[in-house]
């Protein structure tokens, strides 16, 4: 077995390296745009020239969602063009391939739990982006796994963790859209699952949703970020969508039915709070 990530230094690429060098050591690559840009497939064919991998897990994404609506053909590059790149390395040379998509695929408009075979209708462009590569994949490479996820944060890059505990320390006061739904998602959760599905000895290819396990709307999640972190004087407001408005369109409820990846995996997920509560304490061991 011998596997690459890309997207190795973001959030999810991060949490990978430690599960992967933890549970199966010695046998992975990792690599970020600063060593391949994966946009360009001629560049991409020559990097993988000479090299062997029975694995690929694409973390690689644009997902800086309201900028994506200006610089939409830097997205496309990216979530589709660089997908596409690698899976026709993929299908050339026999390689599974595990590609990680968003909930942004769906116009947030249900009133449950999005399955796997629900209708897509992305609203930005950043989800457009994230279909076409989903099927620009599994045309190439059907039994490929994509695993489309949610509200996703860690101890690493930037996120919505990170970004309440510091506005909450330099204005003591944050308002925060509570009419958008879903599901927060810790990394480490996913990379777990990820690392499950890779030391598995079955292989089921197809589209999967995992998120941790519960509902919260944004507002939600921020007091619950502070309520953990012991910084309940910080004051938290609800506000509508109308009162926040962003370049990108985004769903108002995107939680996802982890049904099938639960099934047919065994993988156990922990509650939103619980996992939470284990990032904050990471953040707290950290040099500030």
């Not at 694409?58 to 939409?72: H, L």
């Not at 309440?164 to 509570?178: D, F, Q, S, T, Y």
Request: hydrophobic letters at 40%; one cysteine or more.
């Amino acid at each position: 077995m011998n596997i690459l990530i890309t997207g190795a230094n973001g959030q999810l690429g991060s949490e990978l390296r430690g599960v992967l060098e933890e549970k199966m050591p010695g046998i992975t690559t990792y690599i970020d745009y600063q060593d391949l840009d994966l946009t360009d497939r001629a560049e991409v064919e020559r990097w993988f020239a000479g090299r062997e991998f029975t694995h690929i897990v694409n973390c690689a994404a644009y997902t800086a969602v309201d900028r994506a609506e200006e610089e939409s053909g830097k997205c496309a590059a990216v979530n589709t063009d660089a997908v596409e790149n690698l899976a026709r390395i993929a299908a050339d040379r026999d390689i599974k391939m595990i590609h990680i998509s968003t909930d942004y695929v769906f116009d947030g408009h249900a009133y449950r739990p999005y399955t796997e075979s629900d209708k897509v209708n992305p609203t930005s462009q950043y989800g457009s982006t994230k279909r076409k590569g989903e099927t620009a994949l599994l045309a190439l490479v059907p039994d490929s796994i994509v695993i489309r996820t949610a509200w996703l944060y860690s101890p690493f890059g930037n996120n919505f963790v990170k970004t309440m505990l510091r506005i909450g320390r330099e204005r003591g006061a944050i308002k925060v859209v509570a009419d958008q739904i879903g599901t927060p998602t810790y990394a480490l959760d996913l990379a777990n699952a990820i690392v499950s599905i890779l030391s598995d000895h079955r292989w089921v290819g197809g589209i999967y949703h995992f998120t941790d396990e519960g509902v919260a709307s944004w507002y939600d999640f921020a007091v619950a970020i502070h309520r953990i972190a012991g910084s309940e004087n910080v004051k938290i407001s609800p506000i509508p969508s109308a009162d926040y408005p962003t370049p990108a369109t985004r769903p108002f409820y995107s939680v996802l039915d982890k049904s099938r990846i639960k099934a047919t995996y065994g993988i156990k997920i922990p509650h939103w709070e619980t996992s939470l509560r284990h990032c904050l304490q990471r953040l707290n061991e950290l040099p500030q």
